[in-house]
């Protein structure tokens, strides 16, 4: 194996580990930036409801998948993804539009924040989730599919 390949395997390894992350990243910042666009930027107490909001849907979509709170927190055994499960547009742009609702409509700050940082969470967890089974399925399928005939 030459310094090439050695250097794409981590590379590879680099992207994949670090994909759900940069998502999150993507959502929760790009959502906090919408709400700080109508709402101002956001004063401490804002801040945590960003947190205590977020907090909430990691709890309740984490419950929602493991089913109770004592539940080892464990991947199941990963199955492959192709790397455009991994883009992120439809999980930023489903949470960027419920934050700009949000931020919009609710003019209560605190519950603003609170809500954005909720939704972001939420959207973030559930779409790629989606997102992710969707990529998974489509590699299922081309493994499955029969070969070009050699005559």
């Known amino acids: 194996m030459g310094e090439w390949d050695h250097y794409r395997r981590r590379l590879r390894g680099a992207v994949a580990s670090s994909a759900a992350p940069y998502g999150y990243t993507l959502v929760i910042w790009t959502s906090g930036a ?3 666009h109508f709402r101002g930027i956001p004063a401490t107490e804002h801040a945590l ?3 205590a909001g977020a907090i909430t849907a990691f709890a309740a979509v984490g419950l929602l ?16 993804v192709e790397l455009w499960g991994a883009f992120h547009l439809p999980v930023v742009a489903a949470a ?13 700050p605190i519950l603003a924040w609170l809500f954005v940082g909720f939704a972001a969470t939420a959207t973030f967890l559930l779409v790629i989730a989606l997102q992710y089974m ?7 399928r081309r493994r499955r599919a029969p070969g070009p005939k050699r005559a």
């Open 96 to 108: 960027l539009g419920i934050a700009t609702l949000i931020a919009n409509f609710v003019h209560n």
């Open 65 to 80: 998948a493991f089913g109770r709170p004592e539940h080892v927190l464990a991947s199941p055994a990963e199955k492959q």
């Open 134 to 140: 969707l990529a998974e399925r489509r590699v299922g």
């Open 49 to 51: 409801m960003l947190a």
């Open 34 to 36: 919408v709400t700080a």
